[in-house]
């Protein structure tokens, strides 16, 4: 299965066994790659987000980071970043 930027859905064909550079970006809408949001053990539910117990906490899940045990994920739903955004536009909408 190919891999698939976070937030627009792009298939990422430059992407070799599941890693990507801590500078890269998605070639269509400019996001880092190198992302939790696009990692294997990001998980919305597990202790910071993670399910990797030995990886550090980072605090912004779609901007790059130095996390050692990065690895893709093959099974992120295209797009899910832009529903994160629509909700944290929402949120910010209740309090003006």
């Known amino acids: 299965m190919p891999y698939q930027c976070f937030y627009c859905g792009t298939v990422l064909t430059h992407i ?13 809408c400019g996001r880092d790659l190198h992302v939790c949001l696009n990692c294997k053990f990001y998980e919305p539910s597990a202790h910071n987000q993670c399910r990797e117990p030995q990886a550090e906490r ?3 899940k779609d901007r790059s980071n130095f996390c050692d045990f990065f690895t893709f994920t093959e099974n992120r739903k295209a797009g899910d970043g832009r529903k994160v955004d ?11």
């Open 16 to 28: 070799e066994r599941g890693k990507a550079g801590r500078s890269e970006s998605c070639p269509k």
């Open 86 to 96: 629509e909700q944290l536009k929402k949120l910010d909408d209740l309090f003006k």
């Open 58 to 60: 980072v605090l912004e």
